[in-house]
């Protein structure tokens, strides 16, 4: 696949630690997207008259094409943004639990700390504040301030540097961390460190080229304690 990038990780090296959330900062294995997708899948079936079978289908090619299934149903199927948000995110989480384990990791960590998401604000603010982790954050970026321009795209990465303050100057003191791997590519390209939380089912078409990959580890928790305090 690749390999692991041995240099150490302070927990100064950097003045913005930016995090993806779903998948992130929660292990993948509890299924909470999952119950997400299920709920796009409800949407299309219902919006667009699809069965269930054809629905499935023309969510995975949106995600492929363009990034993020809601974007290619803005795009070619002229859907509303926020009616298709308020329906799929309504989901309760009984599966997530305060992590003080990941509280304290965060708190050793110089600098600032940032979610840089494709799902909505509202979301984000849930899945934080049941893991205890929201006000830890300095600030969120959701889907609808990068105007439903999803990562991987480059627009929505210099939104982001914008909305954060990451300039040329300083990108190099910025480091990403994401479970979509594709979503690394553009943050190396830009100038910054990347950290993938490994996620096998989104990297079949990077099996040979990880060039773009700093460090990799199982679970952000893995991650938070390779950084020396």
Not at 106 to 122: H, Q, S
Not at 132 to 138: I, K, R, S, Y
Not at 206 to 221: E, L, T
């Amino acid at each position: 696949m690749f390999k692991q990038n041995p240099a150490s990780i302070f927990k100064d090296s950097y003045d913005f630690w930016i995090f993806d959330l779903d998948n992130t900062l929660y292990d993948i294995n509890l299924g909470v997207f999952k119950k997400i997708s299920k709920r796009m899948t409800k949407f299309i079936i219902n919006e667009l008259e699809l069965d269930e079978d054809k629905a499935k289908t023309l969510q995975k090619e949106m995600f492929l094409k363009y990034g993020l299934t809601l974007r290619g149903l803005i795009v070619e199927k002229k859907i509303n943004p926020d009616r298709f948000l308020n329906y799929v995110h309504d989901v309760d989480h009984p599966e997530l639990e305060r992590d003080n384990e990941l509280i304290s990791l965060l708190k050793n960590l110089n600098g600032k700390k940032y979610i840089y998401t494709n799902a909505p604000y509202n979301h984000a603010k849930k899945i934080l504040n049941v893991l205890g982790a929201f006000d830890l954050f300095d600030d969120i970026l959701d889907i609808k301030k990068t105007d439903y321009i999803p990562k991987p795209d480059l627009t929505s990465f210099e939104i982001m540097q914008r909305k954060f303050g990451i300039s040329f100057k300083n990108v190099k003191k910025s480091i990403f961390i994401e479970d979509t791997v594709k979503n690394l590519k553009p943050a190396k390209q830009i100038g910054m460190s990347t950290v993938w939380i490994e996620n096998k089912l989104n990297c079949e078409e990077f099996k040979k080229d990880f060039s773009f990959v700093d460090y990799s580890f199982k679970n952000v928790k893995s991650f938070l304690k390779f950084v020396k305090y």
